[in-house]
């Protein structure tokens, strides 16, 4: 029970941690594409420098569908940061995608900019996964526990006495 719940746990927590490493790095003028599912959310992050301000002025990105060159609608995203590696990149406009399909996302700021697209990080629902990784440990420790203390009960009370016979 014990390590089936550190099991879990551990699934739970590395879903999560592979949802924060999901995103491509690209540079302005240099566009990215993606094969996104009907529903995919993203993020478009923009460098930051060591002061956390963008490292340009905000930089201008549009989001395509190439089958059809139509445009996908952005918009602005909260003061969000994402560290890949020792990159700190700060969130810049979220898109969700309508139907399945490959996407373009191309940035311009008039110079050469770092820029990454990711999964849309939602803080309540990454601490919804971090409290059920540790809540899940947590009660498999607890169940494992009580397990323990009521086998060890249940042998103490069957321990026969000096008389020969059980105890009730």
């Known amino acids: 029970m014990l390590v089936a ?23 302005t003028g240099r566009p990215v594409e993606a094969e996104l599912g009907a529903g995919a959310e993203r993020t478009i992050y923009t460098a930051v420098n060591s002061a956390g301000s963008p490292s340009v002025l905000e930089p201008a990105c549009q989001v395509t569908e190439l089958a059809s060159g139509q445009p996908v609608p952005t918009r602005p995203a909260g003061a969000v940061t994402l560290t890949l590696g020792d990159d700190v990149y700060r969130s810049l ?5 309508s139907r399945d399909g490959r996407y373009r996302v191309a940035c311009n700021a008039g110079t050469t900019t770092e820029m990454a697209v990711g999964p849309r990080l939602r803080v309540f629902r990454s601490a919804g996964r971090i409290v059920a990784a540790i809540g899940t440990g947590v009660l498999a420790l607890a169940l494992g526990a009580t397990i323990i203390a009521v ?17 009730p």
């Open 93 to 97: 406009a979220h898109f969700e995608v």
């Open 151 to 167: 086998t060890a009960v249940k042998r103490h009370r069957r321990q026969k006495p000096a008389g020969g016979r059980p105890v």
């Open 5 to 27: 719940g550190a099991v879990v746990a551990a699934v739970l927590l590395f879903s999560f941690v592979d949802g924060l490493t999901g995103a491509s790095r690209f540079t």
